[in-house]
């Protein structure tokens, strides 16, 4: 007795092409939703005073060669300072600048990407698992 058994490679391969144009999709919607919440969550976190650090958060994404790649931030000349801290200078007593105390930084950008990529990360394993037909337990 004999079987046959045949492998048709058009139809394998138009599945797998199906497969890995869904993943891509999965990866591109997930990865601009990180984004988005990124911004959000930056201005939320970011402190104010007049307001023109928080308008400028934004991000800019881009795909190439197979890589989404994102600039999330800000284009204020100040932003580094807030998110990282600075130090003030006064004047000693002799009437010469010096250096006179150290203000803390705000981290507003560090922790919503921090929030935001994690959280990516963890919807990413579970749609990509969902969509291979397996479960994320």
Same mark, same amino acid.
Request: glycine letters at 8%; charged letters at 25%.
């Given at each position: 007795?004999?079987?046959?058994?045949? /492998?048709? $490679?058009?139809?394998?391969?138009?599945?797998?092409?199906?497969?890995?144009?869904?993943?891509? =999709?999965?990866?591109?919607?997930?990865?601009? +939703? #990180?984004?988005?919440?990124?911004?959000?969550? #930056?201005? #939320?976190?970011?402190?104010?005073?007049?307001? =023109?650090? =928080?308008? +400028?958060?934004?991000?800019?994404?881009?795909?190439?060669?197979?890589? &989404? +790649?994102?600039? *999330?931030?800000?284009? /204020?000349?100040?932003?580094? &300072?807030?998110?990282?801290?600075?130090?003030?200078?006064?004047?000693?007593?002799?009437?010469?600048? #010096?250096?006179?105390?150290?203000?803390?930084?705000?981290?507003?950008?560090?922790?919503?990407?921090? =929030?935001? &990529? @994690?959280?990516?990360?963890?919807?990413? @394993? @579970?749609? *990509? %698992?969902?969509?291979? !037909? !397996? %479960? $994320?337990?």
């Amino acid at each position: 007795m004999k079987i046959n058994i045949e /492998v048709n $490679n058009k139809m394998l391969n138009s599945i797998m092409e199906d497969a890995v144009e869904q993943l891509e =999709r999965i990866c591109e919607e997930e990865f601009k +939703s #990180a984004c988005i919440d990124t911004v959000r969550d #930056a201005k #939320a976190y970011c402190p104010v005073d007049t307001g =023109r650090l =928080r308008k +400028s958060i934004n991000a800019q994404m881009e795909y190439s060669d197979g890589v &989404w +790649s994102a600039l *999330i931030g800000s284009d /204020v000349e100040y932003a580094y &300072w807030v998110e990282n801290g600075h130090g003030t200078i006064g004047k000693n007593q002799n009437g010469q600048s #010096a250096f006179n105390s150290f203000i803390p930084g705000n981290p507003f950008l560090r922790t919503a990407i921090m =929030r935001n &990529w @994690e959280f990516m990360k963890d919807n990413l @394993e @579970e749609k *990509i %698992s969902k969509a291979l !037909g !397996g %479960s $994320n337990s």
